[in-house]
Nanobody, 124 residues
Framework: QVQLVESGGGLVQAGGSLRLSCAAS????????MGWFRQAPGKEREFVSV????????SYADSVKGRFTISRDSAKNMVYLQMNSLKPEDTAVYYC?????????????????WGQGTQVTVSS
């Protein structure tokens, strides 16, 4: 059974950095894409970033491009989201998600596996 466990959230001042981690287990992920999404109170869950597990290609939401970096460690089955220059509007619960084909990767409804989420709060 696929399991995704996020960690690394917390409280940080604007301009600071955090690194989120997602531990993936339960199967081989070589043919999967791994996404990060976030959801702020009263808002819909939104795409943040995605990485293709095998080739390492990436994509980002415009709102985080140049500030966030997604990466993976295949040997450890880990996916990371390095977040720099954080802004108060980045405050949200961040989720790791997995899907087994690369299309429609910005649509959260296309992902079959989700972690429990980790809270990120950026103070001004």
């Amino acid at each position: 059974q696929v399991q995704l466990v996020e960690s690394g959230g917390g409280l940080v001042q604007a301009g600071g950095s955090l690194r989120l981690s997602c531990a993936a287990s339960g199967r081989t992920f070589s043919d999967y894409v791994m996404g990060w999404f976030r959801q702020a109170p009263g808002k819909e869950r939104e795409f943040v970033s995605v990485i293709n597990w095998s080739g390492g290609s990436t994509s980002y939401a415009d709102s985080v491009k140049g500030r966030f970096t997604i990466s993976r460690d295949s040997a450890k089955n880990m996916v990371y989201l390095q977040m720099n220059s954080l802004k108060p509007e980045d405050t949200a619960v961040y989720y790791c998600a997995a899907k087994n084909e690369p299309t429609y990767f910005r649509d959260p409804g296309r992902y079959g596996y989700w972690g429990q989420g980790t809270q990120v709060t950026v103070s001004s």
